[in-house]
């Protein structure tokens, strides 16, 4: 049995232009995971940020619209919510609904690598929701494996 290797964390930087965004970070992790020497393990990929999800799903364009319209009618934007009351909280963004938008969603992964690359389904891909943008932004990618 081969030794568990680590590879280098990695920060992979996003700048968004919308409120409501999503992204594909499909080819940044899988260029970083095939230069990163490991064969086999896995990619530990976590937002840094908690108005921002992770998710994995596919990206035909009307499907990524349909996902950010239900987000916005199951969590509407503008509701009294206590976390944006200037009397129950010091926030001044008025983002709670990028908060639980972001808590269905979740803010990790953990992708499969085999043979050097990321395993994926046949129409998977490793997705970030921005929810509460324009912002910059940081993902935590972590490759572990022989």
Do not use: W
């Not at 690598?113 to 970030?128: E, N, P, S, W």
């Not at 929810?131 to 993902?139: A, H, I, K, W």
Request: charged share 20%; aromatic share 2%; net charge negative.
């Amino acid at each position: 049995m081969e030794p568990l290797c680590l590879a280098h964390p990695t920060l992979i930087r996003l700048n968004t232009d919308a409120r409501l965004q999503i992204l594909d970070l499909t080819p940044r992790i899988s260029a970083r995971v095939r230069s990163g020497g490991i064969r086999d393990g896995l990619a530990l990929v976590m937002s840094m940020h908690t108005t921002l999800a992770l998710f994995v799903n596919e990206t035909q364009n009307a499907l990524l619209d349909d996902i950010q319209d239900f987000l916005s009618e199951l969590v509407p934007r503008h509701r009294p919510y206590r976390h944006n009351d200037p009397d129950l909280s010091d926030c001044d963004r008025l983002n709670t609904d990028a908060h639980l938008k972001a808590s269905l969603l979740g803010h990790s992964l953990a992708i499969p690598i085999r043979d050097g690359d990321i395993v994926l389904g046949t129409f998977q891909a490793v997705l970030a929701a921005e929810l509460d943008g324009p912002r910059q932004r940081s993902v935590h990618l972590q490759i572990l494996g022989s």
